[in-house]
Every structure is written in structure tokens, then in C-alpha cells.
Nanobody, 123 residues
Framework: QVQLVESGGGSVQSGGSLRLSCTAS????????MAWFRQAPGKEREGVAT???????TYGDSVKGRFTISRDNAKKTLYLQMNNLKPEDTAIYYC?????????????????WGQGTQVTVSS
């Protein structure tokens, strides 16, 4: 069965960095687009970044220039390097997977989801 397992969340001060990982199993990881989403308390889930099977990327406006998405197909792992973190980045971060090649951060287009990892940024 398909599994996406996130790790790397935690608490950090404003301006700090974290790297999230998402390990996948149960499907042809290398052919799927992957993405990170996040959901803050009381807010809707929003797209953070996505990377296709050909390593094209796109980012949400609020994280451009601070976050970097990458993937290691041999390890079936997705990463999100988060630098210059701000309190407004506090959220549960989810990884997601979808078949296809389009660059999209539309939540409904993603088929598989992880359980999420908490990121807390204090000022």
C-alpha cells in the first residue's frame, strides 16, 4: 500500500532553518510529482512547493526565495529545505503525491498524503 511518512519537523526560532523529509513506498515514486502543503491553525491548507518527475519546481508566493524542494529518486525521498523561517510558517506540513507531469499546487489533484509533521517557529 502507498505510504508517505514525513519527518524533520520541530521547534525553531525566527530566522532559523529546518529540513523536512518525506519517504515514500508502495508506488512508482520516480514517475510521480511530489509536493509539500501546510495547514496553520484555523486556516485552510495551502500549497508550499511542488516538484515533478523531471525536477521542474514551483513555489507558493509566501515561501519563494526561502524554501527549496528537492527529491532523491534512489532513496524515494522528498525534501523541503526551509531557511529564514518566520512565525507565520508555523503549521503542520504534509507531503503529497500525484501521477502526471503538470506543475500544480491545487490540493484536489493530489492522490496520496502523509500524516504531517509539525513545524513551530517562535519569534
Amino acid at each position: 500500500q502507498v505510504q508517505l511518512v514525513e519527518s524533520g519537523g520541530g521547534s525553531v526560532q525566527s530566522g532559523g532553518s529546518l529540513r523536512l523529509s518525506c519517504t515514500a513506498s508502495g508506488y512508482s515514486y520516480g514517475t510521480y510529482a511530489m509536493a509539500w502543503f501546510r495547514q496553520a491553525p484555523g486556516k485552510e491548507r495551502e500549497g508550499v512547493a511542488t516538484i515533478t518527475s523531471t525536477t521542474a519546481t514551483t513555489y507558493g508566493d509566501s515561501v519563494k526565495g526561502r524554501f527549496t524542494i528537492s527529491r532523491d529518486n534512489a532513496k524515494k525521498t522528498l525534501y523541503l529545505q526551509m531557511n529564514n523561517l518566520k512565525p507565520e510558517d508555523t503549521a503542520i506540513y504534509y507531503c503529497a503525491a500525484r501521477a502526471g507531469y503538470a506543475l500544480t499546487l491545487q490540493e484536489y489533484r493530489y492522490t496520496y498524503w502523509g500524516q504531517g509533521t509539525q513545524v513551530t517557529v517562535s519569534s
